[in-house]
């Protein structure tokens, strides 16, 4: 009797995925519960797991199939028997140690071995164990302990999971840890790279299929581009008070909670007071109606090698500065792990996206429908500034840029709360006095 594997259903609004690999193969015995199949959807990659034990008989959608939620992908054989060479490994585990404890049980009765059978019997348990037993230890632990984005890569490099050092959280290796691995092959090899090198002059091209998480960016920025009203106005902030809060709070902060004092935090902290003083930049538009949202889920927009994914960090304005930079730096880890469950990267009433890691000095950043406002950050860098008192100071300048939904919003509205922004940074304590 064969038992369908379905693509499962993959939260609100994803109606389809992907088929990204294959982890068993036509032929293979899986175990129920065991990862058979990774799907790519728009947000993230998910392992679909074998519904019952058996053989896996057939593949419906190979390797780079787009397939609908619910449809049947694969079929396994349930009445399929354990193969011998699974069974022998299982059975030499559990009997070794019952053999090797039988001679001290059996000793009394037993005639007392001669010297040639004591020295050939009697290592002969302990080597059972040795090389039986272990075998299977680091297939079985290493698809347990890798995510999916580094089993991906560990294939492609041809990386033995099994010794790759672990970094994650419970012994889990990440991305990052095989890319490391990777990294130390390329330099071992480096001597023969050379041979290697396309001839001079030779042009190449690489030609290479569009995951579903880059299809679905350009189809929603091009979907921002084509129906929203979109503007972008820009301001500047001096950074030197925010600067010297975290230089002066660096260590007691990091000391009390384990997580840097990083600069996102104010941001969201401002955003949130800004967008109570004008909750036209909170809200979205549904056909003929405004939908104003009193609450603040701000999304954080993340870069990883597949592409940008906007985690949500839920009722920001409940949060502690502690507690939003230890959500931003989770959704980050496990972003570029591929570790984010789809409902972390839904809904999000207004983004922040910090274009500054990377060195840019400005730019346009474009809206995550159907929010109405993306708030973006660049680079903190050193700048001659007029003071009051006329004086020529050399101070830590950022440029922010607030692209905006002009359906929804007026050019008075995006100004005057990027000028809130820009107040809350350059004076924090005005978000801890709301005034």
Known sequence: MTVEIRVPSLGESVTEATIARWLKKPGEFVRADEPVVEVETDKVNLEIPAPTSGRLVEVLAPEGTDVAVGAVIGHIDETAEVPASEAAGETS????????????????????????????????????????????????????????????????????????????????????????????????????????????????????????????????????????????TFNECDMTAVMELRARYREAFEKKYGIRLGLMSFFVKACIEALRAFPAVNAEIDGDEIVYKYYYDIGVAVSTDQGLVVPVIRDADRLSFAE???????????????????????????????????????STPILNPPQVGILGMHKVQQRPMVMPDGSIQARPMMYLALSYDHRLIDGREAVSFLVRVKECIEDPARMMLDI
């Open 324 to 362: 939003i930079e230890k959500a931003i730096a989770d959704y980050a880890r496990r972003a570029r792990e591929g570790r984010l469950s789809i409902q972390e990267l839904q809904g999000g009433t207004f983004t922040i996206t910090n274009g500054g890691v990377f060195g840019s000095l400005m």
């Open 93 to 232: 585990a559990t009997t070794a140690a019952p053999a090797a404890e039988a001679p001290a049980a059996e000793a009394p009765p037993a005639p007392a071995p001669t010297t040639a059978q004591a020295q050939t019997a009697a290592p002969q348990p302990a080597a059972q164990q040795e090389t039986a037993a272990p075998k299977p230890e680091p297939a079985e632990a290493a698809a347990v302990r890798a995510g999916p984005a580094a089993r991906r890569l560990a294939a492609e490099a041809g990386i033995d999971l099994a010794g790759v050092p672990p970094t994650g959280p419970r012994g889990v290796v990440t991305k990052a840890d095989v890319q490391r691995a990777v990294e130390a092959r390329r330099q071992e090899a480096a001597p023969a790279a050379p041979a290697a090198e396309a001839p001079a002059g030779e042009r190449r091209e690489v030609r290479v299929r569009m995951t579903r998480l880059r299809r679905r960016i350009a189809e929603r920025l091009k979907e921002a581009q084509n129906t929203a009203a979109m503007l972008t």
